[in-house]
């Protein structure tokens, strides 16, 4: 079983799009919050964005304005609609429960550069 698969990276240039999706498993994503982090090539995985079960977000101050968390619940979905693309944005993005890291998935690579 493999309960979080992200997938939607890929390779782009400073100032295009991408837009991310997460597939999770019902047990991992009802009625909780979910999240959207990142690991740059030797830094610590960090948190992006977040998103409540009832669609209040939070996000990095690095990324407000350029990035927009959203779910659907009716899929058990989460996406990260990613604008304005960054350098600095390169990294492996993971989605998970913030109550529920024991667990990741493989991450889907976003690659921003010229």
């Known amino acids: 079983q493999v309960p979080l698969v992200e997938s939607g990276g890929g390779l782009v240039q400073p100032g295009g799009s991408l837009r991310l999706s997460c597939s999770a498993s019902s047990s991992i994503f009802s009625g909780r919050t979910m999240a959207w982090y990142r690991q740059a090539p030797g830094k610590e995985r960090e948190l992006v964005a977040s998103i409540s079960t009832w669609g209040y977000s939070n996000y990095q101050d690095s990324v407000k304005g350029r990035f927009t968390i959203s779910r659907d619940n009716t899929k058990n979905t989460l996406y990260l609609q990613m604008n304005s693309l960054k350098p600095e944005d390169t990294a492996v993005y993971y989605c998970?429960?913030?109550?529920?890291?024991?667990?990741w998935g493989q991450g889907t690579q976003v690659t921003v550069s010229s």
């Open positions: 998970n429960a913030p109550t529920h890291l024991g667990n």
